[in-house]
């Protein structure tokens, strides 16, 4: 068990609320993507394949928000903590990829 993880399981057993990594995203502007929509990965190897199973997955990019006027600036908030964790518990050599998907087809699948 690394030490990490020791401090994670001790934390559990003692009650105390657990470390969490939020990542902002702020004046997100949906406007101007029509057919691609973005999953977020936390990763220290950003040229991996990176899937919405893999652990450094942290959300995807809401896309379709209900907003009062169309320019308006959209932020959201995606919770991080899981892929420091298993990154080891740093940030630090960790890169926050993009990864664009087409909304018009299965993910990972292919299929129409």
């Known amino acids: 068990m690394t030490e990490f993880a020791a401090r994670l399981d001790q ?3 003692t009650s105390a609320p657990a470390e969490r990594l939020i ?3 702020k004046e997100i502007d949906v406007s101007t ?7 977020l990965h936390l990763t220290a190897n950003p040229d991996a394949e ?3 199973s893999a ?3 942290i959300g995807s990019i809401n896309v379709f928000n209900h907003r009062h006027h169309p320019s308006m600036a ?3 908030d995606l ?3 899981r892929a420091v964790a298993e990154a080891g518990g740093s ?3 960790l890169s926050l990829v993009f990864v664009p998907y087409p909304l018009l087809k299965m993910i990972e699948t292919g299929a129409p």
């Not at 993507?33 to 999953?39: K, Y």
């Open 91 to 93: 940030v630090a050599g």
């Open 79 to 81: 919770d991080a903590s």
């Open 55 to 57: 652990p450094s997955f």
């Open 33 to 39: 993507v029509t057919s691609v929509g973005f999953d």
């Open 11 to 13: 934390r559990q057993t």
């Open 23 to 25: 990542v902002r995203l």
């Open 74 to 76: 959209v932020s959201q």
């Open 50 to 52: 990176l899937v919405r």
